[in-house]
């Protein structure tokens, strides 16, 4: 039986939202019971210095210069996004966010986790621009209540 478009994604996207979202939501918990700090940021160095120049040049400018701030931001926006994504509220700007923030980090971690960031970096993507939070998602909720680049608004 199909459902008309206007329900939401498939049930297979809300697996892939769930998953996204509870994989950064424990990554930022165990950051932040972890104690991360600065040296989380700096010790990307080497690694940037191995990537592309203007990323590095980016790094160099605007990161490096906070790696305390940074590294906040890292930690929380794992886990409050993580969260946001499992429960499926505001996707599409939390998804775009998860996905910059996890190409950055193919850029800035370990090599060997480079093709596990850019996946998780392409579920958030498709998250956020599929409307994944109108199934079994608090943007449900949220229909209304946000402006239309923010949300998906229900259609009439």
Known sequence: MNEPESEGPSWGLV????ATGAI???????????????????STKERVAQGPGWF??????????FPEAFAQI?????????I???????TRPVGIF????????AFAGPIGELQFQLLLALCALACAISRAGR??????????????????????
Do not use: S
């Open 135 to 156: 199934r079994v998602g608090l943007d449900v909720l949220l229909d209304g209540h946000f402006p239309p680049g923010i949300t998906w608004v229900r259609e009439a």
């Open 56 to 65: 590095e040049a980016f790094m160099n400018a605007v990161v490096y210069p």
């Open 98 to 105: 998860a996905a910059l923030m996890l190409a950055c980090f």
């Open 84 to 90: 946001a994504l499992f429960l499926g509220a505001l």
């Open 24 to 42: 950064l939501a424990v990554a930022g918990w165990h950051k932040i019971l972890g104690g991360v700090g600065a040296d989380l940021v700096l």
């Open 15 to 18: 697996l892939v939202r769930l």
């Open 74 to 82: 890292i930690q929380w926006g794992e886990l409050v996004g993580g």
